[in-house]
T-cell receptor, first 112, second 111 residues
Framework: GAGVSQSPSNKVTEKGKDVELRCDPI?????LYWYRQRLGQGLEFLIY????????KSGLPSDRFSAERTGESVSTLTIQRTQQEDSAVYLC??????????FGPGTRLTVT | TQLLEQSPQFLSIQEGENLTVYCNSS?????LQWYRQEPGEGPVLLVT?????EVKKLKRLTFQFGDARKDSSLHITAAQPGDTGLYLC???????????FGTGTSLTVIP
C-alpha cells in the first residue's frame, strides 16, 4: 500500500490479557516509531527502530510493553497483562529521514 | 512534565477569522514540526522548520520558529471549516532520536 497501515483498527480486551498490535511501514522507510495517544492529548513516544541498530526503548512505560521489528519491515507492539490505564490509541509512524514521519491511522485499544 | 506546551488548548472561531497557536518550551530543538490530526486518523505533517527565526508559509498557514529555537507559532489567516482538527507541534532534540510532541490545540472553525 501507499501509506502506513496498522491492525487491528480497534481492539477491546479484558484486563490482564496480552495484546499484539501490528504496524506495516511504508516500503523503504528505515525508521519506525511507536507512540501512545490518550484521549484529546498529544503523542507520547514509546520506541524507535532505525535499520538494524538497537532500538531506542527509552519511552516504554513499563516492562509489560515490548516491541519487535524484523529488518525494515513489520513491527509488533506487545502489551502484557493489560491494565485499564493502557487504554489509548497506539500510533505507528515510519520515515526515511527523522524529520518526515508518516503516521498510520492507529489502533484504538480499550481495556475493560 | 510536558517538554512542549501548546496554547490555547481549545479554540473555537467563526469562519473567516484569524488565529495563532503557540508552542513553547524551555529546551532548545534542532528542528520543529507542525502536524494536523483529524478524528480517527494519524497526524499529518504540515511543515518542518530548522533555522532559528525561520518563517514558512503554506497557503493560509504561516509557521515561525523562534530565534532561540525554543518556541514556534502557527498563524492561520481567514480560517475555514476544513482547518478544523488537532494541531500538534513536535520538537527534535540535538541528542537522541525522539520527537517530543506538544499537548495539542483542538481547533474548531464554525461555518
Amino acid at each position: 500500500g501507499a501509506g502506513v497501515s496498522q491492525s487491528p483498527s480497534n481492539k477491546v480486551t479484558e484486563k490482564g490479557k496480552d495484546v499484539e498490535l501490528r504496524c506495516d511501514p511504508i516500503s523503504g522507510h528505515t525508521a519506525l516509531y511507536w507512540y501512545r495517544q490518550r484521549l484529546g492529548q498529544g503523542l507520547e513516544f514509546l520506541i524507535y527502530f532505525q535499520g538494524n541498530s538497537a532500538p531506542d526503548k527509552s519511552g516504554l512505560p513499563s516492562d509489560r510493553f515490548s516491541a519487535e521489528r524484523t529488518g525494515e519491515s513489520v513491527s509488533t507492539l506487545t502489551i502484557q497483562r493489560t491494565q485499564q490505564e493502557d487504554s489509548a490509541v497506539y500510533l505507528c509512524a515510519s520515515s526515511v529521514r527523522w524529520s518526515e514521519q508518516y503516521f498510520g491511522p492507529g489502533t484504538r485499544l480499550t481495556v475493560t | 512534565t510536558q517538554l512542549l506546551e501548546q496554547s490555547p488548548q481549545f479554540l473555537s472561531i467563526q469562519e473567516g477569522e484569524n488565529l495563532t497557536v503557540y508552542c513553547n518550551s524551555s529546551s532548545v530543538f534542532s528542528s520543529l514540526q507542525w502536524y494536523r490530526q483529524e478524528p480517527g486518523e494519524g497526524p499529518v505533517l504540515l511543515v518542518t522548520v530548522v533555522t532559528g527565526g525561520e518563517v514558512k508559509k503554506l497557503k493560509r498557514l504561516t509557521f515561525q520558529f523562534g530565534d532561540a529555537r525554543k518556541d514556534s507559532s502557527l498563524h492561520i489567516t481567514a480560517a475555514q471549516p476544513g482547518d478544523t482538527g488537532l494541531y500538534l507541534c513536535a520538537g527534535e532534540r540535538y541528542t537522541g532520536n525522539q520527537f517530543y510532541f506538544g499537548t495539542g490545540t483542538s481547533l474548531t472553525v464554525i461555518p
